[in-house]
């Protein structure tokens, strides 16, 4: 039974994004923001974490198959999917709750680590930070240097004008869920937003002399929440610095760090060499020597040590292998599998294909679900016809074969080692390793007729 799980706020619509996805949904470096707020979590409360899904909650679920989801049908404010999730977290057994907007994308596991830390003891604790403009953040308003209560900025009169209180709520709380079972039916929504507000708990617990706390985390941006497209694109921006920044720091050799989108989720190996701009996201791996040029965008795949992706090349769930060339202008779909030393050359797609060791495919070829064989050369021009309307069928060609140029291999089909294909065939039955096969019109010379 664990003593402390974690709930993360994401039922909200986001009505600032001015989208049709749930503001979580959003993505920063193809990552969802989601993503982010959990992977902060993850080393501290392992699978006890719970979403409150809300407002589209399907599409949520969708992203995210594998989380745990509280559901907030009706979304009437942050107090109100603590309510929601009460029975369920009282149900898991745990005494204190980590409660963490959803919207938070820059926290991280170290943040956490520490707030956790602060927070200890405290019936009731919360990250503040100080902000020049405290916006449309929470005030932490404060008597004798005590926390009475937490006003939200639509609720703040003169005299005791939020705009001049710098100190806010980031979000963040460490609950005692016993104390939260006992004030959440006090929360009312007498308020300008007419929405239970999670953050009325604070006054309530400070009213009753319970112990709370600001965990005060200085001016750190980490904890900025992301309500608009700009706040979205800032934080967004923030975080690809903070991650060409570590690169550096790391022994990744990246030329031109301000142009770099790298998910901070991808791997990049020191002595791995990134040219900008350029975009590797998902997760992706970059082995040490391995060097991609400008202008390539990578997702999920891995580029082992030594390969060199050429300009303009995109790779969606490929392998390059030790050595090998891809690009420029090379298109490596999902089970693209270049070997040590293969070379892909432009205008070349491959999907659901191995190509072997040293084997060439150097210009406008399709190669789709076929395997080809170590040494093999295909020629310019060469398109495996895979699909014949309603099936995929796979090709075979072997260990150094030679595919003359401009020649469709009708699957089902196999090419034997070391065979040759003459220029302009079309294959539509095996050719024996070892054989020359030719399938195309005969040609003819004839007079030319006189005009
Ligand atoms: C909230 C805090 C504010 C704090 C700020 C920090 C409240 C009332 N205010 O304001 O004090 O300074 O965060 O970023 O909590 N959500 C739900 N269900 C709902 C409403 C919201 O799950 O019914 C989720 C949202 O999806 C979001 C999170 O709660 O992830 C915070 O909601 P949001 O509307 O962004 O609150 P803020 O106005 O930013
Ligand atoms: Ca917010």
Redesign the pocket.
């Known amino acids: 039974m664990p003593d402390k799980a974690a709930l ?7 009505t600032r994004m001015h989208s049709d996805r ?3 949904l959003q993505t920063l470096l193809g990552e969802y923001m989601l993503a982010y707020v959990l992977a902060a979590l993850r080393p501290h409360f392992g699978d006890d974490v719970w979403v ?4 589209q909650a399907q599409m949520l679920q969708a992203a995210f198959p594998d989380r745990r989801f509280v559901m ?1 049908a ?8 603590l309510m929601q999730a009460m029975p369920t977290l009282a149900g898991a057994g745990c005494r204190h709750i980590l409660l963490v ?4 994308p820059l926290l991280d596991e170290h943040l956490v680590r520490i707030f956790l830390e602060k927070a200890e003891g405290a019936d009731i604790a919360f990250a503040s930070i100080v902000l020049d403009s405290p916006g ?4 932490v308003l404060r008597e004798g240097g005590q926390v009475r209560a ?1 006003v ?2 639509k609720d703040c009169d003169a005299p005791a004008n939020g705009a001049q209180i710098h100190e ?4 963040m709380y460490l609950l005692d869920l016993a104390l939260v079972a006992e004030l959440l039916p006090c929360l009312t929504c007498a308020n300008r ?1 007419g ?6 708990l604070i006054a309530l617990a400070a009213t009753k002399g319970h112990s709370v706390r600001a965990v005060e985390c200085g001016k750190d941006e980490s ?5 608009s497209p700009l706040e979205l694109a800032r934080m967004e921006e923030l975080l690809r610095a903070r991650v060409a920044e570590r690169l550096l720091q790391s022994g990744v050799l990246l030329h031109a760090p301000d142009m770099a989108r790298v998910s901070p989720f991808a791997r990049i190996e020191p002595g791995a060499e990134l040219t900008g701009p350029c975009e590797i996201a998902g997760r992706s791996e970059v082995r040490r020597g391995a060097r991609v040029a400008s202008h390539c965008v990578v997702l999920d795949s891995v580029i082992e040590e030594g390969a060199e992706l050429r300009q303009f090349s995109h790779l969606e769930g490929a392998r390059v292998g030790v050595g090998a060339t891809v690009g420029p202008f090379a298109r490596l779909r999902s089970g693209a599998v270049i070997a040590a030393n293969a070379h892909v050359g432009n205008f070349v797609e491959v999907k659901n294909a191995r190509l072997g060791e040293g084997a060439k495919a150097n210009h406008l070829t399709y190669l789709g679900d076929a395997d080809v064989g170590a040494g093999a050369n295909i020629g310019a021009g060469t398109i495996t016809c895979n699909y014949d309307g309603s099936h995929k069928y796979k090709t075979i060609i072997g260990e150094k074969a030679f595919i003359g140029s401009n020649t469709a291999l009708v699957a089902p089909v196999s090419v034997g080692a070391g065979a040759l294909v003459g220029a302009g065939s079309v294959i539509t039955k095996d050719v024996p390793e070892g054989d020359m096969s030719i399938a195309r019109g005969k040609q003819k010379n004839l007079p030319r007729k006189k005009v």
């Not at 409150?52 to 407002?55: D, E, I, L, R, S």
């Not at 009706?74 to 999917?81: D, S």
């Not at 449309?136 to 005030?139: H, S």
Request: proline share 2%; charged share 15%; no cysteine.
């Open positions: 993360v706020l994401a039922a909200g619509k986001g749930p503001k979580v409150v899904a809300g407002h907030q009706e979304q009437l404010g942050t107090g109100h999917a907007n959803g919207d938070a449309a953040y929470g005030r937490v939200e900025a806010v709520n980031a979000g937003s929405e239970y507000y999670v953050t009325d904890f900025l929440g992301v309500n």
